[in-house]
T-cell receptor, first 108, second 114 residues
């Protein structure tokens, strides 16, 4: 299971674009990169998943460079409701293992 | 509502009590999971069930006993718990074990052991 490293916390203001980078230097060939979001006292929610290059959905974009040793979750124009913990997960195993995540705080 | 329902939402129990947490999903998923989340800590995987068979037991103490009677229901039976077992217990399901992009979590049961 590839180890991931993310910033513990980030601050932003409403309307800004937020980029959260995750390092995964020992990512394997078959590994996908998956991001989840968790609000306080709720279960995590799937945001986006990718393998290489760029993936975009209605919530976020995921940028993956050619070497795949890192990835960046991009949240366009954040609002107060985007305050949450964001988890980066890498691997192709039967169990979902969460790290510490990045605690994003959006201020008015 | 995510499609995974957990009851109760809150539970306070004494160390000598026996209680059960319930999880229900009607998403047609074949894998179900229990996670524990203590304050300011990452989620810890406890148990994994695939097609009603336990495929993972992550060194969880025997005072936690899971039960999966069918693919839609998952229980966590609790007995003689300790105060350090107080946490948010989350249930999740997925189409198959390891389907990372397709995990659906419930809202959790906030357990307090007194």
């Amino acid at each position: 299971l590839a180890k991931t490293t993310q910033p513990i916390s980030m601050d932003s203001y409403e309307g800004q674009e937020v980029n959260i980078t995750c390092s995964h230097n020992n990512i394997a060939t078959n590994d996908y990169i998956t991001w989840y979001q968790q609000f306080p006292s709720q279960g995590p929610r799937f945001i986006i998943q990718g393998y290489k290059t760029k993936v975009t959905n209605e919530v976020a974009s995921l940028f993956i460079p050619a070497d795949r040793k890192s990835s960046t979750l991009s949240l366009p124009r954040v609002s107060l409701s985007d305050t949450a913990v964001y988890y980066c997960l890498v691997g192709e195993v039967r169990k979902l293992i969460f790290g510490q995540g990045t605690e994003l705080s959006v201020k008015p | 509502e995510t499609g995974v329902t957990q009851t109760p939402r809150h539970l306070v129990m004494g160390m000598t009590n026996k209680k059960s947490l319930k999880c229900e999903q009607h998403l047609g998923h074949n894998a179900m999971y229990w996670y524990k989340q203590s304050a300011k800590k990452p989620l810890e995987l406890m148990f994994v069930y695939s097609l009603e068979e336990r495929v993972e037991n992550n060194s969880v103490p025997s005072r936690f006993s899971p039960e999966c009677p069918n693919s839609s229901h998952l229980f966590l039976h609790l007995h003689t718990l300790q105060p350090e077992d107080s946490a948010l217990y989350l249930c999740a399901s997925s189409q198959r074990a390891g389907d990372w992009g397709g995990y659906t979590f419930g809202s959790g049961t906030r357990l307090t052991v007194v």
